[in-house]
């Protein structure tokens, strides 16, 4: 009989038929040079058993079996979320700084022209409780001046409306200072006129509120950057 | 892993006959195989070799360190997995199927969907290989 070497890992297995086995088995029996193979083969199997088990590395086990699939793009979508608002708040403080400039001078030029259409000038004496009825009569039946506004003008005599309009177009830091000496004026010098001229700036009052306010989105930018921030750390400590 | 389990839940139906423990292996090692052939894209060994029945026996080519020696050696252990990682895919499978995992040849066909006689063909290069490798490293076998 030749060598049965391809058999003799099924030997070693008693994998063979019955004759098959003992026919390898009278062989090996016989063989030195089979025997000494069959004994490696049995020595390799019992190196390959004693191969210690694979374990799994920490890198897969914590991933696979804690983190949700939603966590990383969540964490993108707050990251991108935090950017906008962070974008929003500079642009919303921007907007709302150049408003309140802006509607601090076109409202004081917006006065000033009404009262030089009409020309209706009012002397300081506006200001006086003489001029409340006017008011009473609401802002439909009241296109005259406010006192606050021929007050403003009082204590500017040097300010012309076309300089303001122009202002209002581009303000530069002088007409703004202007502005903001008028509306200061106009509030201190004629307390009686400050419920009016509030009633004026009621119509940009709702665009400032919610969406122009820098501090909301301020807010939101650090709330959205905390939560990426913590669902990064989350997802690194599970890598 | 979560992949063959998913599979197997999905086939949970073609369960029959088959230990469940084969089973599960039959799966799970179907899709390692799978995971393996679409990861290489470079050509490699074939997975079958040709069926030259006279495989090579490596004579020892020098005197070394004995099974006892390298018996439970790290050494020794890290050669035979360093020996295994070199084996086609399809060979160290059915090798760990049988040594490691204890399954008999009849299941370890099933398992990876081939004849019995390419199961003990498999196993027996396997064993080979590696044997050859601890003697191209100066084993010199169980009897010295």
């Known amino acids: 009989m030749q060598h049965p070497h391809t058999e003799l890992s099924a030997y070693i297995d008693g994998a063979l038929a019955q004759a098959a086995q003992a026919a390898v088995e009278g062989h090996v029996a016989a063989c030195a040079v089979c025997r000494a193979h069959v004994a490696e083969l049995r020595a390799t199997v019992a190196l390959v058993h004693a191969l210690p088990d694979p374990v799994p590395s920490r890198r897969l086990i ?3 079996a804690t983190v949700p699939a939603w966590l990383a793009p969540l964490r993108t979508v707050m990251t991108l979320a935090s950017g906008t608002a962070v974008f929003l708040f500079i642009a919303s403080s921007l907007v709302s700084n150049i408003n309140f400039l802006a509607s601090g001078s076109a409202a004081t030029s917006a006065q000033e022209a009404s009262r030089d259409t009409t020309t209706n000038f009012r002397v300081p004496t506006a200001a006086q409780p003489g001029s409340t009825p006017a008011r009473a009569l609401g802002p439909a039946t009241s296109p005259a001046p406010t006192g606050s506004a021929g007050a403003a003008l009082a204590y500017n005599p ?9 202002g209002a177009a581009a303000p530069t830091p002088d ?3 202007k502005a903001l000496d008028r509306s200061a004026a106009g509030a201190s010098g004629a307390p009686v006129g400050a419920p009016q001229e509030r009633g004026q700036f009621a119509s940009s009052e709702p665009q400032r509120s919610p969406l122009l306010n820098p501090w909301l989105w301020l807010t939101l ?17 599970s890598v | 892993m979560q992949d063959a389990l998913f599979s197997a839940w999905r086939s949970i139906a073609s369960f029959q006959g088959l230990s469940f423990r084969a089973w599960l292996f039959r799966i799970a090692t179907n899709r390692a195989l799978d995971h393996l052939r679409s990861r290489k894209r470079r ?7 040709p069926e030259d029945d006279d495989v090579t026996w490596a004579e020892p080519t020098a005197p070394g360190p004995d099974l006892n020696q390298l018996a439970g050696d790290r050494e020794a252990l890290a050669l ?5 990682g070199a084996l086609p895919a399809e060979q160290r499978t059915a090798l ?23 199961v003990k063909s498999r196993i027996h290069r396997g064993r080979l290989a590696v044997r050859n490798a601890l ?7 169980p009897d010295g």
């Open chain 1, 62 to 64: 914590p991933r696979l």
């Open chain 1, 158 to 166: 040097t300010a012309s409306p076309v300089a303001a309009a122009d």
């Open chain 1, 175 to 177: 007409d703004a200072a």
């Open chain 1, 221 to 237: 930018a650090i709330f959205c950057g905390a939560i990426a921030i913590a669902l990064q750390r989350r997802l690194r400590r």
């Open chain 2, 43 to 49: 050509p490699e060994l074939p997975l079958e070799p």
């Open chain 2, 80 to 84: 035979v997995e360093t020996a295994l």
């Open chain 2, 96 to 118: 760990l199927l049988r040594d490691v995992e204890g399954f008999p040849y009849e299941d370890i066909a099933v398992i990876t969907s081939v004849e019995i006689g390419t």
């Open chain 2, 135 to 141: 003697i191209a490293r100066g084993w010199r076998g």
